[in-house]
């Protein structure tokens, strides 16, 4: 049965009224058969991370094809660019397939020996490779991946930014960007995970640590130079603690229009109130990676402790110059992009879900990936005094959402799952329901011409709406 919630957490008045009028137009104009979206080159399409694309009908929902199984478990979103669809492997592999037919058109590309689970201290992912979303430029017709490697010596890895030609898969250039903070040793135990970003002429990518948080590792935001010149890396950032403070969100950094980055950290190592190390943190920085802000709700200690990333989701950019976050707390923030406010600083604060991958926004509505059900949030009230309220939740879909051609798409769960389903985006009633075979943590949905993609273990499934 479904599960609609109304529970309102503040009243929007006449305004809620012509906001959801508007909502409703606009999810009717993303299924609009005119300016139809052909290409999907970063995570959730844009670097905003609002996953909405202008797409024809999909409902009725038919399969299209399976793609050939490839050489190893698949956890980045699929991108597509000119027809082709752009895959990456955990054994360091990128491959290219036909968006109509599903065919590999080149690769394998192999990009090195992926870590073995004998170089690792923890983690889940086995052997560690291609992890991230990669990020495509179609200016340059360039595919940009992080591979983890072996290297030469033992327990030593290396993490690999490689450009690819995306006409062909050939290798255009591969330089590490480990940071000359980290160890050798230390380099094992960062993991990255988080989507890869191009902005400012450059490619961001963000580390973690293992699922487990062991041994030394701190979070990173690197950058290099997206035509391969200059020092690998350009400029790194690091998170102020003395451990954890993962960058990990499968989402990655959102940016402004001003090419600023936005990202959530995790955990840090501080549990006591009187020492703030970002942990648990949305940062703010510049193109060259000086920090410019931050905020972090007054539990941030206590949710260190606990092992609360807020950063298990990055933030979602709104209009009005604000910022939804939420994370494993179970609370969520609206934030003002302008002024993050420190410690304690949001404009509005409620309870609402666990929150995990990456969320949708489509104003004024954020689809959050709740591990217990999709929830539709309106965000309500002015930028200076805002507020949300839950509309619906999804009682089967759980995963990282999009928004397409007439539908909410989402998976069962963030956690692997084997079912795909779509929403209705008025009340999150289930009206498309498919089968997919077993999918890997965070997966997410991809859309382009009529095409709805999925990652399953090792394939790709393609998924197609009525013919016009």
């Known amino acids: 049965m479904r599960n609609i919630e109304r529970t309102s957490v503040k009243s929007a008045g006449r305004r809620h009224g012509f906001l959801r009028h508007g909502w409703l137009l606009a999810v009717v104009a993303v299924a609009a058969t005119g300016c139809v979206t052909t290409t999907w080159t970063t995570y959730h399409a ?14 009725p929902t038919t399969d299209a094809w399976t793609s050939p199984s490839l050489d190893g478990s698949i956890y980045g979103e699929p991108l597509v660019l000119a027809n082709r669809v752009i895959v990456a492997t955990e054994n360091d592999s990128v491959y290219s397939l036909d ?21 690792l201290p923890c983690g889940n992912i086995f052997p560690l490779g291609i992890t991230s979303t990669p990020v495509i430029d ?20 290396s993490h690999d930014l490689v450009a690819l030609d995306t006409a062909d898969g050939s290798v255009r250039w591969q330089h590490s960007v480990d940071p000359a903070g980290i160890a050798p040793l230390d380099r094992r135990n960062h993991q990255q995970r988080a989507a890869l970003t191009l902005a400012n002429g450059r490619v961001y990518v963000g580390f973690g640590g293992l699922d487990g ?46 090419g600023n980055l936005f990202v959530a950290t995790g955990n840090g190592e501080s549990t006591d109130p009187n020492n703030y190390d970002h942990g648990n943190s949305i940062v703010k920085l510049a193109p060259d990676l000086t920090e410019l802000d931050h905020f972090a ?7 260190s402790a606990a092992d609360a990333d807020l950063g298990s989701t990055g933030p979602s950019l709104l209009a009005d110059g604000l910022i939804f976050q939420a994370g494993k707390n179970g609370t969520a923030y609206l934030v003002d992009a302008n002024n993050l406010g420190g410690i304690g600083g949001e404009k509005y604060q409620a309870p609402l879900c666990r929150d995990f991958g990456g969320n949708a926004y489509l104003a004024p509505m954020i689809y959050v990936a709740c591990t217990d059900g999709v929830r539709a949030v309106e965000v309500t009230g002015s930028a200076s005094n805002p507020s949300f309220v839950v509309r619906w939740r999804s009682s089967v879909a759980a995963g990282s959402p999009v928004v397409a051609g007439g539908a909410i798409w989402a998976s069962n769960t963030n956690f692997g799952g084997t079912t795909l389903y779509g929403l209705d985006p008025a009340t999150g009633a289930t009206i498309a329901t498919l089968a997919t ?8 949905p991809t859309v382009a011409a ?12 393609a998924y197609v709406g009525p013919t016009p």
């Open 138 to 157: 179609p200016t340059t017709n360039t595919v940009y991946v992080l591979g983890e490697v072996t290297t030469p010596t033992t327990n030593v890895v």
């Open 99 to 119: 968006l109509v037919t599903g065919q590999v058109v080149w690769g394998p590309v192999h990009l090195g020996t992926p870590v073995p689970q004998s170089w």
């Open 297 to 303: 709700p007054t539990t941030w200690a206590a949710d």
């Open 450 to 461: 009529n095409h709805l993609l999925i990652a399953t273990t090792n394939q790709v499934r």
């Open 437 to 444: 075979g077993k999918l890997d943590h965070f997966n997410t």
């Open 46 to 59: 844009k670097n905003d991370r609002s996953g909405v694309a202008n797409a024809r009908l999909l409902v």
């Open 213 to 258: 948080d062991c041994a030394n590792y701190t979070g990173w935001l690197a950058s290099a130079k997206a035509d391969g010149t200059g020092t690998f890396p350009l400029k790194a950032y690091q998170v102020p603690t003395t451990r954890e403070g993962a960058i990990w969100a499968a989402s990655g950094p959102a940016v402004d229009d001003a």
